[in-house]
């Protein structure tokens, strides 16, 4: 079956701490996009990416990082320049002008 | 930068009734599209409308767009409790653009 895996689903920081969440998609899509939902608010966009080797800066992108090394995989650092990370984190895919498809999500706290 | 505003932002009904949520955004759109999350989930991808369309439907949703007036709805017909979830809109802008911008979402729920 066709989607996009995240993982993990949980995932605990500790103060000062580098941690990458992992997404890959099997649906030949070129465009990836990673998203951080705060409780009770819409998705805002952290990077996104349209084609290999190559990504943006969304609006939130400060302490992140991503790479795009593989047309499946775009995974996404959370570093510890990232003052406020304890979110629940959206990777997606799409084809241009398309739906997007989202992975079932990575939930980070700082412990 | 939050471009779609979903209204109202919480929404509760009885099972069979028909929910209707509104979304107003604020430059010019490629299309516009909705989205469902269940509590803790992904979003799931209900329908795309593009800027030349007006009206589309899948099964018991059906959605509308006014370029005019920047807005769109999405109802929900037979409302039921599986469709308790949040709703969110998204909007496609620019030339080629891959990017889509959502609002903060409508939390429906169905009460059985």
């Known amino acids: 079956d066709g989607g996009i895996t995240q993982s993990p689903k949980y995932l605990f920081r500790k103060e000062g701490q580098n941690v990458t969440l992992s997404c890959e998609q099997n649906l030949n899509h070129d465009a990836m996009y990673w998203y951080r939902q705060d409780p009770g608010q819409g998705l805002r966009l952290i990077y996104y990416s349209q084609i290999v080797n190559d990504f943006q800066k969304g609006d939130i992108a400060e302490g992140y990082s991503v790479s795009r090394e593989k047309k499946e995989s775009f995974p996404l650092t959370v570093t510890s320049a990232q003052k406020n990370p304890t979110a629940f984190y959206l990777c997606?895919?799409?084809?241009?002008?398309?739906?997007?498809?989202f992975g079932s999500g990575t939930r980070l706290t700082v412990v | 930068s939050q471009q779609g505003e979903e209204d109202p932002q919480a929404l509760s009904i009885q099972e069979g009734e028909n929910a209707t949520m509104n979304c107003s955004y604020k430059?010019?759109?490629?299309?516009l599209q909705w989205y469902r999350q269940n509590s803790g989930r992904g979003l799931v991808h209900l329908i795309l409308?593009?800027?030349?369309?007006r009206e589309k439907h899948s099964g018991r949703l059906r959605v509308t767009l006014d370029t005019s007036k920047k807005s769109s709805s999405l109802l929900i017909t037979a409302s039921r409790a599986a469709d308790t979830a949040s709703y969110f809109c998204a909007t496609a802008s620019g030339a080629g653009s891959y990017q889509l911008t959502f609002g903060k979402g409508t939390k429906l729920s169905v009460i059985p």
């Open positions: 997606a895919s799409s084809v241009p002008l398309g739906g997007y498809t």
């Open positions: 430059t010019s759109i490629n299309n």
């Open positions: 409308i593009r800027s030349n369309e």
